[in-house]
């Protein structure tokens, strides 16, 4: 537990230009929306380099290889796999893929990044963690959100103790968007905000109710609602939406003495800090006590935010991971809580939002 908690309170480096004693080669699968954007970094990483990709689809392959002369590909997992000078194996593919594709890779003694979520279930992400252990080799799961300067910041802040008790967390991550034909919005788009607070906070939430609808006739949810509660009165809320006719992504974080906001949209000033919130008095009344509640409204801050591409310092945390045999920063245990969540939300969903208990063993 102290292992994971000061894991999770590493402070991400900015630099992406350090030296190391040894190249780690990596093995790319999929090459779809996201595994480009591994390879271009991974390319660019002066500690990594990319040997192998791979993806079902020949002619994909092909075009996002062009630029990319050196690097060889193949439609078939083994090739790499069974090439004992790749250390390292990226996976991102289709969510019920995950799993099988990095339990043969941990198996083969590559270290595994693996895209979110870590896998379709609770006892996948369990046995993925395990054999990782057993073969001594590192699974990180990307959580790329948790390596971009805005969260980098919100973290800083938090931790700074300046917003006071963190009382609440509120997020929107709505837009009209691509419905998935393998997951519900909630495994689509909750990983990500699961896992920004999982990173932020320390509290650990013990129940989840969640409320969801199908509007495309395929029993798939697009539109839903996802509350969880915790031992403390601290309470986090989410909604997630495939069907809105606009974009947007604004996180609240709301703390005892100031109140945070994240417009991940608003380039210019993404993140604003209020110093606002309410003093509460109590006065004895003749027969009954009287709350007075005051509000305070002063200054609003905006901090400064890096914007050095979060997936480069992702690229570099999994490098460093490897070479120092240390967890990564997004570690499987991390995907394994979000991965928690998400179980007992799909559960409360088919309940009609009943509240299920959220297992942490």
């Known amino acids: 537990m102290e292992a994971q908690r000061a894991s999770r309170n590493r402070k991400v480096s900015v630099s992406i230009t350090g030296r190391r004693s040894e190249m780690i080669n990596v093995g790319v699968v999929g090459c779809g929306y996201w595994g480009p954007n591994l390879i271009r970094n991974f390319v660019t990483y002066p500690g990594t380099n990319v040997v192998w990709a791979c993806d079902l689809n020949e002619e994909r392959l092909v075009k996002i290889l062009s630029p990319y002369p050196n690097i ?43 895209e979110k979520p870590l896998a379709s279930n609770v006892s996948q992400g369990e046995k993925l963690i395990a054999i990782a252990e057993k073969n001594n080799v590192q699974l990180m799961c990307d959580h790329t959100y948790c390596y971009t300067g805005a969260v980098r910041k919100i973290k800083e802040i938090v931790d700074s103790g300046s917003l006071g008790d963190i009382l609440y967390y509120d997020s929107v991550r ?27 906070i320390d509290h650990k939430p013990i129940l989840v109710s969640a409320h969801g609808v199908s509007h495309a006739g395929n029993h798939i949810e697009n539109i839903a609602y996802i509350s969880m509660s915790y031992q403390n009165s601290f309470i986090s809320h989410f909604h997630v939406n495939w069907l809105s006719p606009v974009k947007i992504r604004t996180t609240i974080i709301g703390g005892s003495e100031k109140m945070l906001v994240w417009n991940d949209l608003d380039n210019a000033e993404k993140i604003k800090v209020y110093d606002s919130g309410i003093k509460v008095k109590k006065e004895e009344a003749d027969i009954r ?60 969903i088919k309940a009609d939002g009943a509240s299920v208990r959220i297992s942490n063993s």
């Open 72 to 114: 060889r590909r193949t439609t078939d997992l083994s090739d790499i796999l069974s090439d004992d000078t790749v250390h390292a194996v990226a996976i991102a593919t289709p969510v019920n893929t995950h799993y099988p594709l990095a339990k043969a890779s941990l198996e083969s003694g590559k270290h595994v990044l693996v």
């Open 174 to 200: 709505i837009n009209l968007g691509l419905f998935q034909q393998d997951v519900n919005v909630i495994w689509d788009l909750a990983p990500h905000d699961l896992s920004i607070l999982d990173f932020l």
């Open 289 to 348: 006590e009287k709350l007075l509640i005051s509000y305070r409204s002063g200054d609003v801050h905006a901090p400064r935010v890096d914007h050095t591409e979060a997936l480069s310092l992702l690229v570099k945390e999994f490098a460093d991971c490897i070479e120092e045999g240390r967890p990564p920063l997004t570690d499987g245990g991390a995907g394994l809580r979000v991965l928690r969540i998400l179980d007992a939300a799909e559960r409360s």
